[in-house]
């Protein structure tokens, strides 16, 4: 069966100080796989999407950014961090091809705190 | 623009009844829709879906229920359980082209024993 990990789970950070999230998914090949954050009080909102190595897509324009090194591990990223990047994000994957009716399956998210 | 609404943003319910969850949508592209529901600190899990061709599926004690033409579905929970006590967040997908769930606000739902 399929799984997937994010880590950490929690993070405190300083502003103006680098970002590394990391995203695995297990049994499952060629996965697409999503960043989500979700402010406090708020939906999810969709920051970057992948559908291959090397082929990433971003949903708003931020202080963030997107790599997925391997086929299954997709990291989030920021060179400096504002305290507007404090949220809930979650990673996400789902198997389909564009068109077809996407079912997407959460980690556990990571929450970040910046102060 | 919010393309997926949630309008209630809480909801309480005695354990045993049904509870029904709304979500209206604007996008009439949207063909897929989902409902997760959702634990604090934890991701979101999936818990049932609807095609645009159907306007009703069921697993277990939760039911879909489409109406395309009132661009309106609802997620009804029979009987409910404090177990289900969480925030459900429901979400939509155009299909063609388009890898991106749209998602509401959610609604917290509160079963009480």
């Known amino acids: 069966s399929q799984t997937i990990h994010q880590w950490p789970a929690t993070l405190v950070q300083p502003v103006g100080s680098p970002l590394s999230l990391e995203c695995t998914v297990e049994?499952?090949?060629?996965?697409?796989l999503y960043w989500y954050r979700q402010a406090a009080g708020r939906g999810l909102q969709l920051l970057f999407y992948s559908i291959g190595i090397d082929q990433i897509s971003s949903e708003v324009p931020q202080n963030l950014s997107a790599s997925r090194p391997q086929d299954r591990q997709f990291i989030l990223s920021s060179k400096k961090l504002l305290l507007s990047d404090s949220g809930f994000y979650l990673c996400?994957?789902?198997?389909?091809?564009?068109?077809?009716?996407?079912?997407?399956?959460f980690g556990p998210g990571t929450r970040l705190l910046v102060l | 623009d919010q393309q997926v609404k949630q309008n209630s943003p809480s909801l309480s319910v005695q354990e045993g009844r049904i509870s029904i969850l709304n979500c209206d949508y604007t996008?009439?592209?949207?063909?897929?829709f989902l409902w997760y529901k959702k634990y604090p600190a934890e991701g979101p899990t999936f818990l049932i879906s609807?095609?645009?061709?159907?306007d009703k599926n069921e697993d277990g004690r939760f039911t879909v229920f489409l109406n395309k033409s009132a661009k309106h579905l609802s997620l009804h929970i029979v009987p409910s359980q404090p177990g289900d006590s969480a925030v459900y967040f429901c979400a939509a997908n155009s299909g063609a082209g388009s890898y991106q769930l749209t998602f509401g606000k959610g609604t917290k739902l509160s079963v009480i024993p």
């Open positions: 996400a994957w789902s198997v389909g091809l564009a068109g077809a009716r996407e079912t997407q399956y």
């Open positions: 049994g499952t090949s060629n996965p697409n």
């Open positions: 996008n009439s592209m949207f063909d897929y």
């Open positions: 609807i095609s645009s061709i159907k």
